[in-house]
């Protein structure tokens, strides 16, 4: 398996355009997770599936923000518009439930000019 | 709420000397406690566990209920530890909050 996929790797764009990150979880698990990091506040949960359900989405900073998983192999997540503060590395980690161990992607680099 | 505190940004050691990076949680359930590390160039993975209670790469964590405490420690760092820890507190239905992390620099 080659764990976690995320896409794009890195991104550039401009104030006000939408961005579409993309995550491939490992087949099997049923929990899915996208977390932000940035220098000042670290590792931040914005959102957790479980069975391609949310489950919890407090963490999503705002309306500007939405997520979606179709099905459990595929999920999205969507920045419209985008803004200069959202710039940060974000990461998918996907899970058996329960397990208590979290596989992460690469993560998706983001950054808003 | 629960809360996870690394409070060093940054701990520096030489190469052989103990290491311990600190990590406070606040929790007014059962805490499940994890460190992860994320090596240069590497993706964040988990190191141990506090359930599992067993030492990984010469790393080892105690829960201390008391004082709220789950500090990794190494009696001997190695270059290779080099990297970025983050302490975790894992709640209810999975989910794991992080605290800020802590970078080790190992120095020969």
């Known amino acids: 398996d080659a764990g976690v996929i995320q896409s794009p790797r890195h991104e550039v764009t401009e104030m006000g355009q939408e961005v579409t990150l993309r995550c491939k979880p490992i087949s099997g698990h049923n929990s899915l997770f996208w977390y932000r990091q940035t220098m000042m506040r670290g590792l931040e949960l914005l959102i957790y599936f479980n069975n391609n359900v949310p489950i919890d989405d407090s963490g999503m900073p705002e309306d500007r923000f939405s997520a979606k998983m179709p099905n459990a192999s595929f999920s999205t997540l969507k920045i419209q518009p985008s803004e200069p503060r959202d710039s940060a590395v974000y990461f998918c980690a996907s899970s058996f439930e329960g397990s208590g161990e979290l596989f992460f992607g690469e993560g998706s680099r983001l950054t808003v000019l | 709420a629960q809360r996870v505190t690394q409070p060093e940004k940054l701990l520096s050691v030489f190469k052989g000397a103990p290491v311990e990076l600190k990590c406070n949680y606040s929790?007014?359930?059962?805490?499940?406690l994890f460190w992860y590390v994320q090596y240069s160039r590497q993706r964040l993975q988990l190191l141990l566990r506090?359930?599992s209670r067993e030492s990984i790469k010469g790393f080892t964590a105690d829960l201390n209920k008391g004082e709220t405490s789950f500090h990794l420690k190494k009696p001997f760092a190695q270059e290779e530890d080099s990297a970025m820890y983050y302490c975790?507190?894992?709640?209810?239905?999975?989910?794991?909050?992080f605290g800020k992390g802590t970078m080790l620099l190992v120095s020969p």
């Open positions: 929790y007014s359930g059962s805490p499940e």
């Open positions: 975790a507190l894992g709640s209810g239905y999975s989910t794991l909050t």
């Open positions: 506090h359930i």
